[in-house]
């Protein structure tokens, strides 16, 4: 009995203590430490952007297409619009649609992974068809046709993106599982009377984490790029709604006039994405993640 | 030893040959099993979108005998099984249906589209390949050098970048500031070679930029790990010339890792070809998609998205196929 408390232990150290040393071992790459700040502050300026934009974003002045100046630091839009206070409430919108879909993303795929690679059979059959399909086609693709079918605004958006992403996380999650289903802790587990769902969530699915985590760092941006790219071509958020997206796709008939509406907003999406990849890179480095392998891969 | 030549002997090509054959069967088939996947939900979706199709075709304050009748000519009024059979038989015809706004044949309009968007697939893989292998190559070579340093930050950069944000940027740059390059439309190869290179140029650059990082970043891995191999270390001690080591022994094995990526980057592609048609107005499969999606047009998102499907399901495909020829140990027993 003690062994199999020892190895529970062992792979599952306290979760706040992990983080903490996990954060810790993060800082020490510099890219990832760039990244990290980056998006510290794109996610503080996304929550605090009421105080800190400059204007309403939906206050429309006479001052029409104006330059980068000193009253409007990256100039203004057709309608007067400042842009600096769009794009940092567009923010809000990208970040918590890239955050919730993977979130739901990876929730949802891993459940999928889990149920197929342990219990194999029919459900295993039945999902792996599903994550063969969903595979052979790009998740921006996907979820174009998602919200062709959902129709557009925020919420099919999120659902279209959501499940465009979530068979990333079933294939990775199941290979996992397959890998760690053989492993002598769990047959440990399993010889003191744990049930199948102590066995999955308990056991398994901690060790199983660092390739899901690797993969919802990378996900996220990708969700980022492709709720911008929905938006940008008009199948996302309702009209109104600052997000970077949709000012880019706004910016579209004025770009030969007002280059800073085509500039600035790609350049937020570029830099968050950046240190997202930043992030990621420096995950995959520590946990030493190599891609859609298991832990004997 | 057959491992180290490029060439298995005879008899063995004859026999592994057949198993090429039987593997390129299976992978046929399952290749129209994804299709018929494909098309089964293509269907069901369709069919599950909220709202009347004949209302949004006929309009909310239409007859009812006119509603009856256009549903009896589109076939809706039958059960759905029979909906199913008879929409298989017409795809598998080529029939696609008319649009629902123009009435022009779905078929039709996806032909005049195909060439434009495969031009720009392909000529953006071929700027994308033409500067992304180089650069690979010269990552790993010159490992931890400035050059290598700054390709990469490059990489980051193209990965970070949204294509359709790159196809605005250039358009700034080369179209309105430089007026070097056209900013929109598409003209076909007979209107003159430059006209169409030029129309392509700036819409094929914004899509192949998150192709080229991931391939320029894909060789560069692929070829550090095959460097370090012994049979790069014997053509070395023989005497051969680092550029032969490189491009001869090394370069052949580190491509076998990244032809399946470029098969996963051409579907890539074909999609950031959806967005850049859009950005530079090039009447393409991608623009009619989104168009289509904006219109509800029903007839015409079925169609482009199974001809989407196709185009990917014949890339992977080809992607199989290219990797059991270029690495002859490889034939999927």
Known sequence: MSSAVTVAKVVRPHPRTAAGALLRRLLRDRRATVGLAVLVLAVLSAVFAPLLAPYDPQFQSDALFQAPSVRHWLGTDDLGRDLLSRILFGSRISLFVGITTVGLAALLGVVLGILSGYYGGWVDMLVMRYIDLQWAFPNFIIAVALVAVFGTGLENVIVAVTLAFLDDFARITRGMVLALREEDFVAAARAVGAGDRRIMLRHILPNAGSPIIVQATVSISYAILAEAGLSFLGLGVKPTTPTWGLILNDARPFFQSAWWLGIFPGLAIMLVVLSINFVGDGLRDLLDVKEYQGLHG | ?333
Request: net charge positive.
């Open chain 2, 1 to 333: 030893m057959g491992r180290e030549s490029p060439r298995t002997p005879g008899l063995l090509a004859a026999r592994e040959g057949i198993l090429v054959q039987e593997y390129l069967v299976r992978r046929i088939l399952f290749a129209l099993l994804v299709m018929w996947a494909v098309a089964t939900l293509v269907f069901l979706m369709m069919r599950a979108i909220p709202g009347d199709p004949v209302r949004a075709l006929v309009g909310f304050e239409g007859d009812p005998a006119v509603v009856e009748q256009v549903r009896r000519n589109l076939g809706l009024d039958r059960p759905l099984p029979v909906q199913y059979v008879r929409w298989l038989a017409a795809l598998a015809r080529g029939d696609l249906g008319n649009s629902i706004w123009n009435r022009q044949p779905v078929r039709t309009l996806l032909l005049e589209a195909l060439p434009r968007t495969l031009s720009l697939a392909m000529f953006s893989f071929l700027i994308a390949v033409s500067l992304a292998l180089p650069a690979g190559i010269v990552s790993a070579v010159r490992r931890y050098s400035l050059a290598d340093h700054a390709l990469t930050v490059a990489a980051f950069l193209g990965l970070a970048m949204p294509d359709f944000w790159v196809g605005i940027v250039l358009i700034i740059v080369f179209s309105v500031f430089f007026q070097v390059l056209p900013a929109f439309g598409y003209e076909p190869v007979s209107r003159g070679l430059w006209a169409w290179l030029s129309h392509l140029i700036l819409p094929a650059v914004a899509t192949g930029t998150s192709f080229a990082a991931i391939l320029a970043r894909m060789t560069r891995s692929a070829l550090l790990e095959v460097l370090r191999e012994d049979y790069v270390r014997t053509a070395r001690a023989k005497g051969l010339e680092e550029r032969a080591v490189i491009l001869q022994h090394a370069l052949r094995n580190a491509l076998i890792p990244v032809i399946t990526v470029m098969g996963i980057a051409l579907a890539l592609l074909l999609a950031g070809a959806v967005i850049a048609e859009n950005v530079f107005a090039i009447r393409g499969v991608g623009r009619l998609l989104i168009e289509a999606i904006l219109n509800r047009d029903y007839p015409i998102v079925q169609g482009t998205i199974l001809v989407i499907a196709a185009i990917f399901v014949c890339m992977n495909l080809v992607v199989d196929l290219l990797y059991a020829v270029i690495n002859p140990r490889i034939r999927y027993v």
